[in-house]
């Protein structure tokens, strides 16, 4: 088994869709241009997606409530600071300052516009290929 996707229920996913694929570098692999307003986004690995739509008949959670030790999406950054500053300048906000792990890893929290945590993550020895 493997991930396909990971679905997020929120209040404008044009926008956020919009936001994703100019400041993320996430590609559109398949979307519904009405209600729900389903967006299918994939990284640039081609093999991660995240499923954004807006769905009336349920709530949409207080992401901007949420910790972000509770809810974040993670990406992969070989310049934290530099993709941090590029984010803020495009409606992102900051949640603290980097953090360096015991494992020697760097880590920045900050929320997109929609108040989703998104973590930027510079690991001393890549998990992933």
């Known amino acids: 088994m493997k991930i396909e996707h990971v679905a997020l229920n929120v209040p404008d996913p044009l926008a956020m869709g919009r936001w994703y694929v100019d400041h993320l570098g ?4 398949r979307r519904v241009m009405e209600s729900p307003w389903v967006h299918f986004l994939c990284d640039d ?4 997606m995240l499923e954004i739509y807006g769905n009336p008949d349920v709530p949409v959670p207080d992401y901007g409530a949420t910790d972000p030790l509770v809810l974040h999406v993670a990406f992969v950054s070989n310049d934290i ?3 941090s500053q ?3 300048s495009a409606g992102a906000t900051l ?3 980097v953090q360096i792990t015991p494992a020697g890893d760097r880590l920045a929290m ?4 929609w108040g989703i945590a998104l973590q930027l993550v510079q690991r001393a020895t890549p998990l992933l290929d």
């Open 26 to 29: 996430f590609k559109v692999k």
């Open 45 to 48: 690995s081609d093999r991660v």
């Open 81 to 83: 600071e530099s993709d």
């Open 86 to 88: 590029r984010l803020l």
């Open 95 to 97: 949640c603290g300052e």
């Open 110 to 113: 900050l929320r997109d516009p």
